[in-house]
């Protein structure tokens, strides 16, 4: 089953409420929210609610040098309409981290609009404006600016189960990364994007991309999203698929797919077939198509032939790759 049909069967959350705590500037502006436990469904009654909020309370605290204060809060969301608040942002970029949701399955729209830009400090946020006018400050404290940006890193938040990342400043909140997952060191996982099992990341998944069990993403292979450009097609790549180094794909790669080295393939590319039959019917006779065409489609190679430059799609008999088991336990 391809990661694009694993992720259309899972049934849509539409409510999911926390308890967490809120960093808020000495003017009352929201710069994050952190939430250790979300859950799905509505808000509880009023004594759960009040419990939750005392297991926070004693974490309350306010840091001067950064100008910001922490207090606790409840907060829900409605996960299919736009997003409401910074909390409600946060809220829902935690569920995909805790894989209580998957990518593309809740609303996300408007998390631009909501999510504040801050400088992002190794003791928490702060704004950009206090950065700037206290640098020194933060200096003789031993705090260090490392980004300004509306998204967090993941290891802020959330430690993902069983899974390895060799950078941490390379994946977002936001994530999803599923157990046996492995993202080395120049791999990178954008928010609303990631695996639905273990896989090898080196390369780049873009927001809005699914990477199904068992497939190698290689070093500096890229997956085109849906933030840039204009485009809406949302990309995933099937089961014991590869995507070899240097590689990227603008559409859907089938089950045990292969795209060698190199090699880009987007909506547009001129595709020549060279394969014949598989287990799903006929790729048909010798013929050029838009690659387009080939979106999600199994068993396939890409490979750019090496006397006319062309792309050609070949098909091929068996599974794709078997990643390391010892790696990925």
């Not at 926390?18 to 009352?28: I, K, R, S, V, Y």
């Not at 569920?95 to 400090?121: C, D, K, M, Y």
Request: net charge negative.
């Amino acid at each position: 089953m391809s990661a694009s049909t694993v992720a259309s069967s899972v049934q849509t959350p539409t409510r999911a409420w926390a308890a967490g705590l809120a960093t808020l500037t000495n003017e009352g502006k929201v710069l994050d929210s952190w939430f250790p436990a979300p859950q799905l469904g509505a808000l509880p009654d009023v004594a759960t609610q009040q419990q939750a909020l005392a297991q926070l309370a004693h974490h309350e605290y306010t840091d001067t040098r950064r100008g910001v204060r922490q207090e606790s809060i409840i907060v829900e969301s409605k996960l299919d309409a736009p997003v409401e608040s910074v909390s409600d942002a946060y809220l829902r970029l935690h569920l995909l981290s805790h894989l209580l949701v998957r990518p593309n399955q809740i609303s996300l729209e408007g998390i631009f609009g909501n999510l504040p830009t801050n400088a992002w400090t190794s003791v928490g946020p702060t704004t950009p404006e206090f950065a700037a006018a206290h640098r020194l400050q933060l200096l003789r404290a031993g705090i260090q600016v490392y980004a300004l940006d509306k998204f967090p890193r993941l290891l802020d938040y959330v430690v993902p189960d069983r899974v390895r990342i060799g950078d941490g400043g390379r994946v977002r909140l936001g994530a999803h990364l599923a157990p046996g997952t492995v993202v080395m060191h120049e791999g990178f996982v954008n928010f609303n994007a990631g695996t639905l099992g273990a896989s090898m990341i080196e390369g780049r998944i873009s927001q809005g991309v699914v990477v199904g069990d068992g497939s190698d993403i290689g070093g500096g292979a890229s997956i085109m999203g849906t933030l840039s450009g204009g485009g809406k097609e949302r990309i995933t790549i099937g089961e014991r698929a590869l995507l070899g180094a240097n590689a990227g794909v603008g559409i859907s790669l089938g089950d045990d797919s292969i795209v060698e080295a190199g090699l880009y393939v987007t909506a547009g590319s001129k595709v020549y077939i060279v394969g014949a039959a598989n287990g799903d019917g006929e790729l048909g006779e010798r013929r050029t198509v838009k690659a387009s065409e080939l979106s999600d489609v199994p068993n396939l190679l890409f490979r750019r032939n090496s006397v006319t430059g062309g792309i050609e799609a070949v098909h091929r008999e068996g599974k794709s790759i078997t990643l390391n088991s010892e790696l990925h336990a």
